[in-house]
């Protein structure tokens, strides 16, 4: 994972939750405050992606001073296994969640004491029917798929026995034409 990306996603989610903030209590565009809340969201999922991705990277500033607080240790830096990268991936990954926490708490002060699980559950409730509706399309791309398949096959045989038939036809006139001696 690469600790500027990390950094640039978690800053975006800190800008999110400003905007919030900001929209929050005047609250005369609803939509603006669904985009931050989106980008909060989105935010948290690239970090738990990447955290799960254990993509190496090389060594960053955090890195280097948690590497000089413990010493030398004796992990490689850069597979994702070492105490730097596993640190800074434990602690962006709390930063995140501390503003998810922090946005639950100033949606429900303002809308209600369960808004946010409400929003929690039917964003959970889209995700699984969007994640439906994209497996019934990729099986309805895969009959579509076959179905041309087939098509042309059969496109190819027609078009096969017509050169077969064009072949036997123009061997039978040269045929004729030979055993005939100039009959034709």
């Given amino acids: 994972?690469?600790?500027?990306?990390?950094?640039?996603?978690?800053?975006?989610?800190?800008?999110?939750?400003?905007?919030?903030k900001e929209v929050i209590n005047t609250c005369k565009d609803i939509g603006e405050i669904a985009h931050h809340i989106d980008a909060v969201f989105n935010g948290h999922e690239e970090i738990t992606k990447q955290v799960k991705e254990k993509s190496p990277s090389p060594p960053n500033k955090f890195q280097a001073f948690v590497k000089s607080r413990l010493g030398n240790a004796?992990?490689?830096?850069g597979n994702g296994t070492s105490i730097q990268e596993v640190t800074a991936f434990v602690l962006q990954q709390k930063q995140i969640e501390k503003e998810m926490h922090n946005m639950m708490i100033m949606i429900n002060?303002?809308?209600g004491h369960k808004t946010w699980s409400e929003i929690l559950a039917l964003r959970k409730q889209r995700i699984i029917e969007r994640d439906k509706e994209n497996i019934r399309r990729r099986e309805a791309a895969k009959k579509?798929?076959?179905?041309?398949?087939?098509?042309?096959?059969?496109?190819?045989?027609?078009?096969?026995?017509?050169?077969?038939?064009?072949?036997?036809?123009?061997g039978m006139y040269f045929y004729i034409s030979y055993a005939c001696k100039g009959c034709i």
């Fill in 1 to 20: 994972m690469v600790i500027a990306e990390t950094a640039l996603i978690l800053a975006g989610v800190k800008a999110a939750v400003a905007g919030t």
């Fill in 74 to 77: 004796p992990e490689p830096v």
């Fill in 109 to 111: 002060k303002r809308f």
């Fill in 144 to 170: 579509k798929a076959k179905a041309e398949a087939i098509k042309w096959e059969k496109y190819a045989k027609e078009f096969g026995k017509f050169i077969v038939i064009i072949a036997v036809g123009i």
